[in-house]
């Protein structure tokens, strides 16, 4: 090979190594420095706070802002423990004001530590990190989903040093703020405990009011980090022993035939992307999460193989083998594990409205609207959750007992029917609950209640479970005067089965894919009747996209994507 060639490729392999080769040279100049002037070995000397003492007496800015300087320098560049400014704040400045001025110069030093991981080290280590499961697991894709939560852990259990986390938070994909924000928090019990024990350790009036409430803050760290290790941090057989799962998935696979003919892969993103089938449970095994439920593969299986029912049971017996707990959109389980804003005030009633949680959350005023013409009917509304978010995530025993108490509370109110806003509702509860369920189109038309829609070939994008049995646009073709185009570019909006946040590539190609196909018809705007798939279209494609029922009823109201919470929250009270 040439020399000018060998010189060049040369160049080429250090200039890949830049950011690691600055790093590694400021850090030596760092040690030198440090070597020469002593400034750790000061830090960690009495002169120190004497010195502290002194300027406080004279100055508390100048002593607050030469702390502040000295723990960000301290804790971040220098590495040392976080322990020795939370005594030094408590002994100079006392509990309350020492408390602020640590956990402020800490959190500081514990962002700078994150930026300048991220910047010279999140290249070069990560995919050497990534390579162990248990980091992998515990520090990439927890962080992907879990962020708040880890964080909580990390900084409350002693997993390993504040130090080493810092650094090594800024390896992963969590974003700054969060980090930041949480760390304060969290970090706050911990230096509390420290500063105020100082403080009373070195004597005064309240000495012992100081040390008691020390004492109490340690019980309260300690209890909480024990539940939360308990809970968390105990193994999970579903990642260290998935023979259960692959066992189970055998058997489904058995039965159903799978011969790996491919066409269920040439018909999806999730399986393409990792060259899977359904005859490969143990490479598909752990990447259950990654999986839309869009029913896609399903739906072109030569062999009948049901894709989505085999991903949903590995999904349930993963959370079953952790005990029933699943870590994963710990929000979501919070808000719809036992609904929040369930309101059964005016349920009271033979036929109910059954809004859903999506529809309320985008469309409010449409909402109060439809309860309020359907009230002159003698229908009565119910606001709760169908339970299939929670399904979904594998919570077996928790969407039975959601089935359960709907099932009850709908019987005691004495309820013979309820009328669903979402075809997701529609196909979930129509097999499970005891009384009637019918559509919302079907309703509105048995009243005579109704526009029709006058575009011309109107585009319509098909919810997950109508895109086959078209159920619902049968009953929607009553409204339209000319014959619809489907749009089918994408098998899903992006929000199915909760793996957004596990495929947000994929999700995003299809808003793309959309784009692409709608750029080749006469208009651009479709139609969603599913309130998920607007509020996910609206995000990507603005003001193209019209949810159907608005524009049958005459609200065109636009999706309400900035306060969706605060609207499902104002339901709970109407």
């Not at 100082?198 to 100081?210: F, Q």
């Not at 025993?397 to 009850?408: C, D, H, M, T, V």
């Amino acid at each position: 090979m040439p020399e000018f060639w060998e010189r060049a490729i040369s160049i080429g392999r250090m200039k890949k190594f830049k950011k690691q080769f600055i790093f590694i040279g400021l850090l030596i100049l760092l040690i030198m420095i440090n070597q020469h002037f002593g400034f750790s070995s000061y830090i960690q000397e009495s002169t120190w706070m004497s010195s502290l003492h002194y300027f406080m007496e004279e100055n508390l800015l100048l002593a607050a802002m030469l702390y502040l300087c000295f723990t960000i320098i301290g804790s971040s560049l220098l590495a040392l423990p976080g322990i020795t400014f939370a005594l030094v704040a408590g002994t100079v400045f006392g509990p309350w004001l020492g408390t602020s001025l640590c956990c402020i110069g800490t959190t500081i030093g514990a962002g700078l530590s994150f930026l300048i991981s991220r910047y010279f080290l999140k290249d070069s280590l990560k995919p050497i990190i990534m390579k162990n499961k248990y980091i992998k697991k515990w520090i990439f894709e927890e962080c992907e989903n879990t962020g708040i939560l880890l964080l909580m852990l990390t900084r409350l259990v002693p997993i390993f040093p504040y130090n080493l986390q810092n650094f090594a938070y800024g390896i992963t994909d969590i974003s700054f703020i969060t980090y930041f924000t949480c760390s304060f928090f969290f970090m706050l019990p911990g230096i509390a405990m420290y500063t105020i024990g100082a403080a009373g350790i070195i004597g005064n009036k309240d000495s012992w009011l100081y040390l008691l409430f020390s004492f109490g803050l340690f019980l309260v760290v300690f209890s909480i980090g024990l539940m939360l290790r308990k809970k968390y941090l105990n193994e999970d057989s579903s990642f260290e022993n998935p023979t259960s799962e692959v066992d189970i998935f055998q058997n489904h696979v058995r039965k159903a035939g799978c011969i790996s003919c491919g066409v269920c892969r040439q018909n999806c993103d999730f399986l393409e992307k990792y060259q899977l089938d359904f005859s490969d449970e143990i490479k598909l095994a752990p990447l259950i999460d990654h999986c839309f439920l869009c029913g896609l593969c399903t739906e072109v299986c030569p062999h009948g193989v049901n894709g989505k029912a085999l991903v949903l049971e590995l999904r349930k017996q993963k959370v079953s083998n952790a005990k029933g707990r699943s870590n994963k959109n710990l929000l979501l389980q919070l808000e719809k594990g036992n609904y929040l804003f369930k309101n059964y005030r005016h349920g009271k009633a033979k036929t109910v409205l059954f809004p859903g949680c999506s529809y309320p959350s985008l469309y409010p005023k449409t909402t109060k609207m439809l309860q309020q013409t359907l009230s002159h009917y003698g229908i009565g509304t119910v606001f709760d959750c169908c339970g299939k978010p929670i399904g979904e995530l594998g919570c077996a025993e928790r969407e039975q007992k959601i089935i359960q108490r709907l099932n009850k509370k709908l019987v005691e109110n004495g309820v013979e029917e309820i009328i669903t806003m979402c075809p997701n509702c529609y196909d979930y509860l129509k097999p499970e609950l005891t009384v009637s369920v019918i559509g919302i189109f079907e309703a509105l038309q048995s009243l005579g209640i109704g526009e029709q829609i006058t575009t011309e070939n109107p585009n319509f994008f098909l919810p997950c479970p109508d895109r086959k049995k078209k159920l619902w646009l049968t009953q929607i073709e009553h409204y339209l005067t000319a014959s619809p185009h489907i749009l089918t570019s994408a098998p899903c909006c992006g929000l199915g089965g909760c793996a957004f946040d596990k495929e947000p590539d994929i999700a995003s190609n299809w808003n793309c894919l959309i784009k692409k196909e709608l750029s080749c018809l006469p208009t651009q705007q479709f139609y969603v009747y599913c309130a998920s798939c607007a509020g996910s279209f609206t995000r990507s494609q603005g003001g193209h996209v019209r949810h159907l029922l608005n524009e049958v009823i005459g609200s065109n109201e636009a999706p309400d994507i900035h306060h969706s919470f605060f609207n499902r929250f104002k339901f709970k009270w109407n």
